[in-house]
């Protein structure tokens, strides 16, 4: 039965004020995503045999319409936008990745503070009285 099938999603998700962590978090985003397209559509390049080369593509996003499309950004922002796309996808479960690239240790170890301790309890408290 269709309406039994459990929907998850996998979202790019980041948290900060910081413009420069942004950034880069958006940066390794668009790496990944360059990568992960390369290897399914079987054209990925490697000079050494093992590092896969990365390289542009005409659909890259711009680091603005990642901004827009993803729940990055302040954390009210980014609560913002998991609601929202909650409330469109209705999803039964969600992970978020929020590790991407080269940060270090003290810089997760607060994003999963933040996201512990404000996001992941006001998305709750908002869908709590949404389904009241």
Same mark, same amino acid.
């Given at each position: =039965?269709?309406?039994?099938?459990?929907?998850?999603?996998?979202? &790019?998700?980041?948290?900060?004020?910081?413009?420069?962590?942004? =950034?880069?978090?958006?940066? =390794?985003?668009?790496?990944?995503?360059?990568?992960?397209?390369?290897?399914? +559509?079987?054209?990925?390049?490697?000079?050494? *045999?093992?590092?896969? +080369?990365?390289?542009?593509?005409?659909?890259?996003?711009?680091?603005?319409?990642?901004?827009?499309?993803?729940?990055? *950004?302040?954390? =009210?922002?980014?609560?913002?936008?998991?609601?929202?796309?909650?409330?469109?996808?209705?999803?039964?479960?969600?992970?978020?990745?929020?590790?991407? *690239?080269?940060?270090?240790?003290?810089?997760?170890?607060? +994003?999963?503070?933040?996201? *512990?301790?404000?996001?992941?309890?006001?998305?709750?408290?908002?869908? &709590?009285?949404?389904?009241?």
């Amino acid at each position: =039965n269709v309406t039994d099938v459990k929907i998850s999603l996998l979202r &790019c998700c980041y948290a900060s004020h910081d413009e420069l962590e942004i =950034n880069s978090y958006l940066d =390794n985003a668009r790496f990944q995503r360059r990568l992960s397209e390369a290897l399914h +559509q079987r054209r990925q390049q490697s000079h050494d *045999g093992y590092l896969l +080369q990365e390289t542009p593509t005409q659909q890259d996003l711009s680091f603005e319409t990642m901004r827009k499309n993803l729940p990055i *950004g302040s954390v =009210n922002r980014v609560i913002d936008r998991l609601l929202e796309e909650i409330d469109i996808l209705k999803p039964d479960q969600i992970a978020v990745q929020t590790q991407l *690239g080269d940060f270090d240790q003290k810089t997760m170890l607060r +994003q999963i503070e933040l996201w *512990g301790d404000k996001i992941i309890p006001a998305v709750n408290k908002a869908l &709590c009285h949404a389904g009241s």
